[in-house]
């Protein structure tokens, strides 16, 4: 239990938390940046100032002892809940949002761009890891953090670009959309690979029973259940049994051994088919984007601070190694994509430029790696590690492929 | 009073057959892969178009209304924010070319059967002003806010509810 002093300082930092994230915010929005990187930075900003100001310091003035409040926080199992319940709110609206009639219409090329971009970075990704002497299971979390490109970023540049209608403009966007799905699918199997043998097939099992029951059925039930949920003359009692069914869902998906979050875009997916999810869909915008989704990416952002230290050689260790995967990050994108493209009949020069679109990287790859974390597959030091490089990856794919893109634009007109 | 009540009440036993437009020809309809241009041009004389998938067979598939074109022909701001598929939709861009790429295609609908205080129950939920009467699938006609004001008034000035069925 905490006290309450404890429960009304969470309190202020949380309102701390959405003030800047919003700050931040609006100043990335105005250098032409996602916000999204601008949360991130201010959850490293607060993050940092928490740590060496308010984590129970105490200076001496002369004679006086001072000793500052402590606000830290954002280790604590509290900040933590509302941030893991940003990502279900992230992933229950990427489902929302994701026609599953208009990914059917996918074409060939952003397929065959989609698969390429997953495969060679998870690939790559995985096989520096173990050259870097990672585990397995963590090269395989480093490997799967590189498959997603992040369609928010990649949209707008070729927007600014007036691209979009062309046959590039619409691979890139149409695969983008593709890898999120398989890279939060490959997760499932990244979570399965915890078990031992023995309880592999016992995974197995939980997970097509949950497929079975919770795609299947979903898909039949669904709307009878939304049905009740407009009897019921309440204030927002549809938008209750949407969120009821996000964390029944995402409590399901947890116990199959999926990871939670696979749970919440899949009923995000449902609920989106359904014809009332147009009432929903705003709601649940409200909530999430106004609170809890902002909160995840402070927080994130908060973790680029290590508990146990903050000397320079962890650092340093960990510069190097987000080096090799920003670096295996693009290369895996522009091979992969560009080799789907190529494959998919596209010149060299259009393979480049849909290679160069996908390499941005962003909310997928933070979830990925929160999951991985919460579920245990990645412990400290390694976590904090992986994490950092993370956020390292996510803001500078994010900066630099607006440039990159340009640039190849540039030479073909 | 309890005659206003009482007028009010067969008003919403009333079926959807009895009061919607059933001159199916003549309602705005459009085929899925039509041009964009065919869109504005109709949409300039009428506020909404039902989307079908062919002409002949006239299965909905989709609704246009005036707002739609209006998110496609103002300058397109990709919110700073977005997650899942953005909406990239706009003239600007060249990305809306045919009545497909901009129609919502989750349509809320009524049945020729269905009573007119579903229908009414509808347009309040979804914000709606009309609604398209569908049967298989097929376009059979179309619910107005405007036809169901007409009718309720021209009841309240003891005309009979049930008069012109044939239309």
């Known amino acids: 239990m905490i006290s309450t002093e404890e429960f009304f300082n969470i309190l202020l930092l949380v309102a701390a938390a959405l003030i800047f994230a919003r700050a931040f915010g609006y100043l990335f929005y105005k250098l032409k940046q996602p916000a999204v990187i601008g949360e991130i930075v201010a959850g490293i900003f607060l993050g940092g100032v928490v740590l060496f100001f308010f984590s129970g310091q105490q200076y001496t003035v002369s004679n006086y002892v001072f000793t500052f409040p402590r606000f830290d926080y954002f280790n604590g199992n509290e900040f933590k809940l509302l941030a893991e319940i940003g990502i279900l709110f992230l992933l229950f609206i990427s489902g929302l949002e994701t026609s599953i009639s208009k990914l059917k219409k996918t074409g060939k090329a952003s397929t065959l761009v989609a698969i390429g971009g997953v495969i060679a970075p998870l690939l790559l990704g995985i096989f520096s890891g173990i050259l870097l002497n990672f585990s397995m299971q963590e090269s395989i979390v480093i490997g799967l953090i590189l498959t997603a490109t992040s369609v928010g970023v990649t949209a707008r540049t070729l927007m600014d670009l007036h691209v979009l209608d062309t046959d590039v403009g619409a691979t890139i966007l149409g695969a983008a959309v593709i890898d999120d799905v398989i890279g939060i699918l490959l997760l499932v199997f990244a979570m399965g690979l915890q078990s031992t043998v023995v309880n592999a097939v016992w995974v197995g099992v939980k997970i097509a029973i949950f497929f079975l029951i919770f795609l299947y059925l979903g898909l039949k039930i669904i709307d009878r259940i939304l049905d009740l949920g407009e009897k019921i003359h309440l204030p927002k009692a549809f938008l209750s049994i949407s969120l009821s069914i996000l964390l029944i869902y995402s409590f399901f998906a947890d116990g199959a051994g999926i990871s939670g979050i696979v749970g919440a875009f899949i009923a995000g997916l449902l609920i989106g088919q359904n014809i009332r999810s147009k009432n929903i869909s705003e709601d649940i915008k409200t909530i999430g984007y106004g609170f809890f989704i902002p909160i995840f990416f402070v927080w994130i952002g908060s973790r680029f601070w290590s508990e146990s230290g903050t000397d320079i050689s962890t650092y340093a260790t960990i510069g190097i190694f987000a080096i090799v995967v920003i670096i295996v990050s693009i290369i895996g994108k522009i091979l992969g994509s560009g080799l789907g493209a190529k494959l998919a009949g596209m010149s060299s020069a259009e393979s480049l430029q849909v290679g160069i679109g996908m390499i941005p990287r962003m909310e997928v790859a933070l979830i990925i790696v929160a999951a991985a974390i919460s579920r245990g597959i990645l412990v400290d030091p390694v976590a904090h590690q992986i994490l950092v490089t993370t956020i390292l990856l996510s803001i500078i794919t994010t900066l630099i492929t607006p440039f990159l893109i340009k640039a190849t634009f540039k030479n073909v007109k | ?167």
């Open chain 2, 1 to 167: 009073m309890a005659k206003q009540n009482k007028l009010i009440s067969d008003f919403y036993e009333l079926k959807v057959n009895q009061i919607m437009d059933r001159r199916v020809w003549d309602l705005p309809i459009i085929e899925e892969k039509d041009d964009i241009h065919n869109v504005l041009s109709i949409l300039g004389a009428r506020n909404h178009i039902w989307v079908v998938k062919d002409k002949q067979t006239k299965e909905l598939v989709g609704v246009i209304t005036e707002h739609d074109v209006l998110s496609i022909l103002a300058p397109k701001n990709l919110p700073s924010y977005v997650f899942g598929m953005p909406d990239i939709k706009s003239i600007q861009h060249g990305t809306a070319k045919t009545s497909g790429d901009i129609m919502t295609d989750k349509v809320v609908t009524c049945g020729p059967d269905d009573k007119i205080i579903g229908a009414l129950n509808k347009m309040v939920k979804y914000n709606l002003r009309r609604l398209p009467v569908i049967k298989d699938n097929i376009l059979v006609g179309e619910l107005t806010l405007h036809q169901l004001i007409r009718k309720y008034y021209a009841a309240t000035q003891y005309h009979p509810m049930v008069e012109d069925e044939e239309g």
